[in-house]
């Protein structure tokens, strides 16, 4: 581990961690100890194997609501050290405050053909906030997860749930593009199999640049009144007077820090102009690590260690609080920008996005925080649709073996214990019974 990766000097709220595994719930609460994290946003994301993670992500919303930490609350500069947290109905004890974010199923379009019915958007928000979710993370602005659903996230079929969002108070997590220069082929160096990118390839072309941004303009045009996140600095560190224009005219428009870490050099290369831009929208900004915390053996998706999530985070402490010089993290900037050297940002900014924008801006302290309880009932219903919705997408993406093999008896859950094709999967299906489990367990301990 990178030495880089201490104990932060003073408490954090993440805004921005995955969790998609019930067996590495240990490894984030002893991430959230080490780290100095006063509170943390925990977000879902859609997958073609299993929809989404949002069971995972309510199930660990629950135990966190209950966990004891050596570093609690009380110790923030903001004094919010009250057991708040208990706000998550069934938690007992000083526990962590924590906002879930739920993306959309995607079940119908990942098994086209298999006669999976889609669920519409805006029901699946009122779906959500009667389970106890705090907010939606959409990756609908990712250019090969949008070419792979097949339609831009300003696509009407989304205002319903935009609208549905601003009416519960859910802020909206909206991944959008990706790095500039992934464009331009030349700088990939074979990378864009890993991305998942087909340009030209598909009935649905990868947006482009622009259209991204054109189309995030266009949600924060009809929806003045919903609260959009745009993780990564909306990949125009590169460009900060767009960004600041774009700040300036939509007040509903916020970013986080998630690495991103293509923005450390960009950030570095302008350094006076990125202090400039920091301290001026101080309050829009919101410090976000992207720490993966998947099951293991799910080799499709993004993977992360309890070091290398440390390092992520103490990484972009570094830079925001210090002047420090360290080595440019992203592959395709480091021969060009070998080092980066910190912002060292004022008392006052850091304060702002290391705390006090999540806890006024989403949690709407002094009043709250806003954080939903969980509703219980709820949560199982919406894990028993959600069971036969992943059996169904299971048996869809089988692959035929010639023979017809005797159905397996049903769980309750409506998910049959057979419905494993691959180790990858079969863990992840797992972590969902686990998830069932924990649920029907909850409030009987």
């Not at 990868?206 to 919903?226: G, I, K």
């Not at 991103?260 to 929208?281: D, K, M, W």
Request: proline share 7%; aromatic share 12%.
């Amino acid at each position: 581990m990178l030495e880089m990766a201490g104990t932060p000097a003073r408490p954090l709220i993440d805004s921005h961690l995955h969790f998609g595994c019930a067996s590495r719930f240990d490894g984030l609460s002893t991430y959230l100890n080490r780290m100095n994290i006063a509170g943390v946003g925990l977000l879902s994301l859609p997958d073609h194997e299993r929809i989404n993670f949002n069971p995972e992500v309510l199930y660990a919303k629950t135990r966190l609501a209950k966990s004891r930490f050596a570093k609690t609350r009380a110790a923030t500069p903001s004094g919010a050290g009250s057991p708040a947290a208990g706000s998550v109905s069934g938690g007992a004890g000083v526990g962590l405050s924590c906002s879930a974010f739920a993306s959309f199923d995607y079940a119908d379009r990942f098994a086209p053909g298999a006669g999976i019915a889609p669920l519409p958007f805006e029901e699946q928000v009122d779906r959500f906030a009667a389970a106890g979710f705090d907010g939606l993370k959409l990756w609908e602005g990712k250019p090969a997860f949008q070419q792979r659903i097949g339609m831009p996230f300003d696509d009407g079929r989304f205002a319903g749930a935009f609208r549905a969002a601003a009416r519960h108070g859910m802020p909206v997590v909206l991944h959008v593009a990706d790095p500039p220069l992934f464009w331009d082929q030349s700088k990939l160096k074979g990378a864009e199999a890993r991305l998942g990118w087909s340009p030209g390839s598909d009935s649905y072309p990868l947006p482009s640049f622009e259209e991204l941004m054109r189309q995030t303009v266009a949600v924060l045009e009809r929806h003045p009144d919903c609260v959009f996140i745009f993780p990564h600095f909306l990949f125009l560190a590169g460009d900060l007077p767009r960004l600041a224009a774009l700040l300036d005219r939509h007040a509903n428009a916020f970013l986080d820090l998630s690495p991103g870490v293509y923005y450390y050099a960009e950030l570095h290369r302008v350094r006076a102009h990125a202090i400039e831009f920091f301290n001026t929208y101080r309050d829009r900004i919101l410090f976000g690590s992207d720490g993966m915390w998947f099951c293991r053996e799910s080799a499709h998706l993004p993977q992360s260690g309890l070091d290398e999530n440390c390092e992520r985070t103490a990484r972009l402490y570094r830079f925001l609080a210090t002047a420090e010089e360290f080595p440019n993290p992203f592959q395709y900037t480091m021969e060009q920008t070998p080092a980066v050297r910190g912002l060292d940002l004022p008392p006052e900014t850091l304060e702002a996005i290391f705390d006090a924008n999540y806890r006024q801006r989403i949690w709407k302290e002094p009043r709250g925080p806003a954080i939903r309880a969980v509703s219980r009932d709820a949560a199982l219903d919406y894990l028993e649709l959600f069971g036969r919705r992943l059996e169904s997408l299971t048996e869809a993406l089988r692959p035929a073996d010639g023979g017809a093999a005797e159905r397996p008896a049903r769980r309750s859950d409506g998910l049959s214990q057979a419905s494993r094709p691959g180790a990858g999967e079969q863990d992840t299906v797992t972590s969902f019974l686990a998830v069932v489990d924990h649920f029907r367990r909850w409030g009987h301990e």
